[in-house]
Every structure is written in C-alpha cells, then in structure tokens.
Nanobody
Framework: QVQLVESGGGLVQPGGSLRLSCTAS????????MGWYRQAPGKQREFVAS???????DYADSVNGRFTISGDNAKNTVYLQMNSLKPEDTAVYYC???????????????WGQGTQVTVSS
C-alpha cells in the first residue's frame, strides 16, 4: 500500500518562504499526478496545487504566483515551494496521490498525515 509523508512545515514570518516535501513509498515507481491541499481550523480542505508527470501544473488563485509545485520522479517526491507567505496561508498542508485524467490531475484517496505551516509575526 502506498504511503505519503509530508515534511518541511514550520513557523515563518509574513513574507517568508518554506519548501514542503511529500515522499511516496510502497512499491510505486513514478508519479502520475500529485496534489497539495491545505486545511485551516474551521475551514474545509482546499486545493492548492497539482502536477502531472506530463508537465501540467495548476494552482489555486490564492497562491498563483507565490507557490511553485515540482516533482522528482526518481525519488517519488513532490515539492511545494511557498514564497511571500501570508497569515492566511496558515494551515495543515496535505499531499494527495491522484491520477491523470485527460492529461490533468484528478484527486485520489491517498493522503499524507499533513505538515503544519504557520505564518505569524
């Protein structure tokens, strides 16, 4: 069974940066599509970004231009570079192993445990 492990969260000041990682294990050889989601207290889990092995990337409007998703297929790892962080980015960030549908990411049922990102002065 596949396992997803996120890391890289922490406490940063507004305007700061963090790089999140999600590594998959469990006899998988490549990523078809991976996504990042986040959930703040009292709010629904929301989509942040996704990437497919074919190179299609998508971002939520709230993070577009500030966050960059990338992957290393050989390491079964996906990254989320977060720049110009805002207090509203504070949330638990989860990675999701999805699938490629018509060349684009579609969410799946495999989730990591999450990593906390807190943006505060």
């Amino acid at each position: 069974q596949v396992q997803l492990v996120e890391s890289g969260g922490g406490l940063v000041q507004p305007g700061g940066s963090l790089r999140l990682s999600c590594t998959a294990s469990g006899n998988i050889f490549s990523f078809g599509a991976m996504g990042w989601y986040r959930q703040a207290p009292g709010k629904q889990r929301e989509f942040v970004a996704s990437i497919t092995r074919g190179g299609n990337s998508d971002y939520a409007d709230s993070v577009n231009g500030r966050f960059t998703i990338s992957g290393d297929n050989a390491k079964n790892t996906v990254y989320l570079q977060m720049n110009s962080l805002k207090p509203e980015d504070t949330a638990v960030y989860y990675c999701n192993k999805g699938q490629v549908v018509a060349g684009y990411y579609r969410g799946g049922n495999f989730w990591g445990q999450g990593t906390q990102v807190t943006v505060s002065s």
